[in-house]
């Protein structure tokens, strides 16, 4: 068979998360001809979906920001460090559907906007949440952070703030490439990670699919949502530092046999390590999610000039164009940092840019358009701003 190397997840547009949901439905419970022939098409339609003008528009009802307000918060840490909010419509009405591994963006009253994984337990395949229509997200606070945590932590009830239409970086994928009904998932998850691998494993636990759950952290009393995963059964494990030792890669992995998908989400050391043991894996599918921006590979100093001053500003080897820009102007927007929100874009009037996002179509780039917090420049980038 075709060796595959370890890729990470396409992001589908937000407008077709009812295939998506259709598949995960329909694949666990018709003939094994159609786990054969299906996935090929949807990847077939993936790839030509820009020729195609696939996704390529985001309905305006689907951009708008919605106004919520929090309707429940919690600690759900032992020690208090991480806090959940759900949330509801202002006005009662049920939130838009969300899938597995979806985010919202968050705008806070200060302004400042921060991007937080959707950990719901989704209780049937039509996406209704146990909150009936509400959004539930979990934040650890990071005291010496940039301040987005802690203003979450200072929300209470009652509170209004607006919210994006659900979108998603890292969607669970029930059916694999030439899936032969062998297919198994492995979900690892440490610290805060488990807010987007939760919705998965206990969708993976409702579709009858064969997986497991290991749960890293640094200490019991830090760790969220354990009851939730301690309700899935023996199929999850829990594992804190602080009794269990800090695990190896080989022990967090095991054996990985082919014809295994794994989702993965944790600090960058995790994803770096993970990949690295898998690299030349055969027939093993890697999906993943980062909590911050990817590190910079084979970094080149350069050199930014703002049009609209002319003021030049220098990109270190090992800095972001967007650091470098923040250094200088503090009040640019931006959000994410790691290149698939869009917050930070910004034009190109002269200079050839490298782009590393995996958010621009080929024509958004042609047009001159680049995420400063990933991309960068063989020597001089002059953009408007």
Same mark, same amino acid.
């Given at each position: 068979?075709?060796?595959?190397?370890?890729?990470?997840? +396409? *992001?589908? $547009?937000?407008?077709?998360?009812? +295939?998506?949901?259709?598949?995960?439905?329909?694949?666990?419970?018709?003939?094994?001809?159609?786990?054969?022939?299906? %996935?090929?098409?949807?990847?077939?339609?993936?790839?030509?979906?820009?020729?195609?003008?696939?996704?390529?528009?985001?309905?305006? &009802?689907?951009?708008?920001?919605?106004?919520?307000?929090?309707?429940?918060?919690?600690? #759900?840490?032992?020690?208090?460090?991480?806090?959940?909010?759900?949330?509801?419509? #202002?006005?009662?009405?049920?939130?838009?559907?969300?899938? $597995?591994?979806? &985010?919202?963006?968050?705008?806070?009253?200060?302004?400042?906007?921060?991007?937080? /994984?959707?950990?719901?337990?989704?209780?049937?395949?039509?996406?209704?949440?146990?909150? &009936? @229509?509400?959004?539930?997200?979990?934040?650890?606070?990071?005291?010496? @952070?940039?301040?987005?945590?802690?203003?979450?932590?200072?929300? *209470?009830?009652?509170?209004?703030?607006?919210?994006?239409?659900?979108?998603?970086?890292?969607?669970?994928? %029930?059916?694999?490439?030439?899936?032969?009904?062998?297919?198994?998932?492995?979900? #690892?998850?440490? @610290?805060?990670?488990?807010?987007?691998?939760?919705?998965?494993?206990? /969708?993976?636990?409702?579709?009858?699919?064969?997986?497991?759950? +290991?749960?890293?952290?640094?200490?019991?009393?830090?760790?969220?949502?354990?009851?939730?995963?301690?309700?899935?059964?023996?199929?999850? #494990?829990?594992?804190?530092?602080?009794?269990?030792?800090?695990?190896?890669?080989?022990?967090?992995?095991?054996?990985?046999?082919?014809?295994?998908?794994?989702?993965?989400?944790?600090?960058?050391?995790?994803?770096?390590?993970?990949?690295?043991?898998?690299?030349?894996?055969?027939?093993?599918?890697?999906?993943?999610?980062?909590?911050?921006?990817?590190?910079?590979?084979?970094?080149? %100093?350069?050199?930014?000039?703002?049009?609209?001053? @002319?003021?030049?500003?220098?990109?270190?080897?090992?800095?972001?164009?967007?650091?470098?820009?923040?250094?200088?102007?503090?009040?640019?927007? &931006?959000?994410?940092?790691?290149?698939?929100?869009?917050?930070?874009?910004?034009?190109?009037?002269?200079?050839?840019?490298?782009?590393?996002?995996?958010?621009?179509?080929?024509?958004? *780039?042609?047009?001159?358009?680049?995420?400063?917090?990933?991309? *960068?420049?063989?020597?001089?980038?002059?953009?408007?701003?």
């Amino acid at each position: 068979m075709r060796k595959t190397k370890p890729q990470r997840t +396409l *992001r589908p $547009p937000v407008e077709n998360e009812k +295939l998506t949901e259709w598949v995960q439905r329909t694949s666990t419970r018709i003939s094994p001809l159609v786990n054969v022939t299906l %996935p090929p098409l949807v990847r077939t339609v993936a790839k030509y979906s820009e020729t195609l003008h696939v996704g390529r528009t985001v309905p305006a &009802h689907v951009s708008a920001q919605i106004p919520v307000r929090v309707h429940r918060r919690e600690a #759900v840490s032992p020690d208090g460090s991480v806090a959940s909010l759900v949330l509801e419509h #202002v006005d009662g009405r049920p939130l838009p559907r969300w899938f $597995p591994g979806a &985010h919202i963006d968050l705008t806070l009253p200060s302004g400042l906007q921060r991007q937080y /994984s959707l950990c719901g337990n989704l209780t049937d395949h039509g996406g209704n949440l146990t909150d &009936h @229509g509400r959004y539930r997200i979990a934040v650890r606070l990071i005291t010496d @952070g940039r301040g987005g945590s802690s203003e979450v932590h200072s929300l *209470r009830e009652g509170d209004t703030l607006t919210v994006s239409h659900p979108r998603n970086a890292f969607p669970f994928a %029930p059916v694999g490439h030439g899936d032969t009904g062998h297919r198994k998932i492995r979900f #690892v998850a440490a @610290g805060i990670g488990i807010t987007p691998i939760l919705p998965m494993a206990e /969708s993976a636990q409702r579709l009858g699919l064969d997986w497991t759950l +290991l749960y890293l952290g640094r200490s019991r009393e830090s760790m969220a949502f354990t009851e939730r995963v301690e309700a899935l059964g023996n199929r999850a #494990v829990i594992r804190a530092d602080d009794t269990d030792g800090t695990p190896t890669i080989r022990k967090i992995l095991g054996r990985v046999r082919p014809e295994t998908a794994i989702f993965v989400c944790g600090p960058e050391p995790l994803i770096e390590a993970v990949l690295k043991k898998l690299a030349k894996a055969d027939q093993v599918e890697v999906h993943f999610e980062r909590f911050s921006a990817p590190p910079i590979v084979d970094g080149r %100093p350069f050199r930014i000039v703002l049009a609209s001053s @002319g003021e030049v500003i220098d990109v270190a080897s090992d800095q972001s164009m967007l650091d470098a820009i923040l250094a200088a102007r503090p009040g640019t927007v &931006h959000s994410c940092k790691q290149g698939f929100c869009g917050t930070c874009r910004l034009k190109v009037i002269q200079g050839e840019p490298d782009h590393r996002d995996s958010l621009l179509t080929p024509s958004e *780039r042609a047009d001159g358009e680049i995420l400063p917090c990933v991309s *960068r420049a063989g020597q001089t980038l002059t953009v408007d701003l």
